[in-house]
């Protein structure tokens, strides 16, 4: 592997793991909403699961490709591109703009507030 490919790999890692980390910060201040007999933990495990993401990947049309990857077909690796999304909405418009697509494409679509 070539020192730009590890570099821009490396890259997607730490971008991928700051929406993961934004995405459970954002699931968890939302466990308030749920009725009291829903565990906590099942939601957030459930709404930050791969299979989960891999759903609002599906459905959910990103403004840009992800360079240099194959046609996605496994689940691990659409959750990584949500992920990546949200990173870059962080970034790019701050953590409220990342709330409102964890909220709207993920929360309120696969939870009964």
Same mark, same amino acid.
């Given at each position: 592997?070539?020192?730009?490919?590890? #570099?821009?790999?490396? /890259? =997607?890692?730490?971008? !991928?793991?700051? /929406?993961?980390?934004?995405?459970?910060?954002?699931?968890?201040?939302? &466990?308030?909403? &749920?009725?009291?007999?829903? !565990?906590?933990? *099942?939601?957030?495990? =459930?709404?930050?699961? @791969?299979?989960? &993401?891999?759903?609002?990947?599906?459905? =959910?049309?990103?403004?840009?490709? *992800?360079?240099? #990857?194959?046609?996605?077909?496994?689940? !691990?690796?659409?959750?990584? !591109?949500?992920?990546?999304?949200?990173?870059?909405?962080?970034?790019? =418009?701050?953590?409220?703009?990342?709330?409102?697509?964890?909220? @709207?494409?993920?929360?309120?679509?696969?939870?009964? &507030?």
């Amino acid at each position: 592997m070539s020192k730009s490919k590890k #570099q821009r790999d490396l /890259g =997607y890692k730490k971008w !991928e793991a700051t /929406g993961d980390a934004i995405l459970l910060l954002v699931v968890s201040e939302n &466990l308030h909403r &749920l009725p009291r007999s829903i !565990e906590g933990s *099942f939601v957030i495990h =459930y709404l930050t699961s @791969n299979k989960m &993401l891999a759903k609002v990947r599906s459905s =959910y049309k990103f403004p840009f490709k *992800f360079k240099g #990857q194959n046609p996605i077909t496994v689940d !691990e690796s659409k959750g990584d !591109e949500v992920e990546y999304y949200i990173a870059f909405l962080y970034y790019n =418009y701050g953590l409220e703009s990342a709330r409102r697509f964890i909220f @709207n494409h993920i929360i309120a679509r696969h939870i009964i &507030l």
